[in-house]
């Protein structure tokens, strides 16, 4: 059984140790130290050591470090890693289901009925480009990208860096939309000019002002309605 297996691993490894203290005359390594190795692998060969708490599993692979080569020290590096890695994984949902707890404590008592962002409950839907094409955010995005040229077929790639929250994942997804846009999409082409004009319908570009060739309409002939000849 697991339980005892760690016994007699503790027994073997540390136990010999601490009465070895008490004799001068003892020797440098335990004479257990093979028995207590034996007993380590087969344990962790089993997957017994995936159940334990953190200090046990510490005193479990001991007699990997007391006897050690550069093969057994790395198994209880690898071995850490993974133990690691599970506990950060249950400490972020851990994590989730707390916030979302907190959130769902919010409503209750609301006009609002359900928890809209209980994360560990709503399942995201695919998403509907044909409509996404036709939001003004999305041309918004679209004119700002091509009057820099950023959408034409021959386009070198661009960086866009992202904070990682949720504003960041709606730019993520327009972008990804303006990309894989089709070729001769009217979003695809640059704005006939850089500042002011209507690029759908009820949205105006917000570019930030650029030069622009004589006997083009400047920023404030476009707001007008004038022009400069």
């Known amino acids: ?56 599993l510490v005193f479990a692979l001991m007699p990997l470090r007391h ?43 609301s006009a609002t009925k359900g928890d809209p962002l209980d994360i560990l ?11 996404l094409r036709k939001e003004p955010l999305y041309l918004e995005l679209c004119a700002f990208l091509a009057q820099r040229g950023a959408l034409s ?16 994942m709606v730019i993520a997804l327009l972008a990804h939309a303006a990309a894989t846009a089709p070729i001769n999409a009217p979003e695809r082409r640059p704005p006939a000019v850089a500042w002011g004009t209507p690029v759908g319908e009820g949205v105006t570009a917000t570019l930030p002002p650029r030069r622009v060739r004589r006997g083009r309409p400047t920023q404030s002939a476009i707001r007008s309605g004038g022009g400069e000849g």
């Open 1 to 56: 059984a697991p339980r005892s297996a760690l016994a007699l691993i503790l027994l073997l490894d540390q136990l010999a140790r601490h009465l070895r203290r008490a004799r001068a005359d003892a020797p440098a390594q335990p004479p257990t130290d093979a028995r207590a190795l034996a007993a380590c692998e087969a344990f962790v060969r089993r997957g017994w050591h995936e159940g334990l708490g953190g200090a046990e």
């Open 67 to 109: 006897s050690p080569t550069p093969e057994r020290l790395e198994r209880v590096l690898a071995l850490l890693d993974a133990r690691e890695a599970a506990e950060r994984e249950a400490t972020e949902t851990v994590t989730r289901f707390r916030r979302a707890t907190v959130l769902r404590l919010q409503h209750l008592g």
């Open 121 to 131: 409950e709503h399942q995201a839907g695919a998403c509907d480009y044909i409509k």
């Open 153 to 168: 077929p021959d386009a070198p790639a661009i960086t866009i860096s992202l904070s990682g929250g949720v504003d960041s």
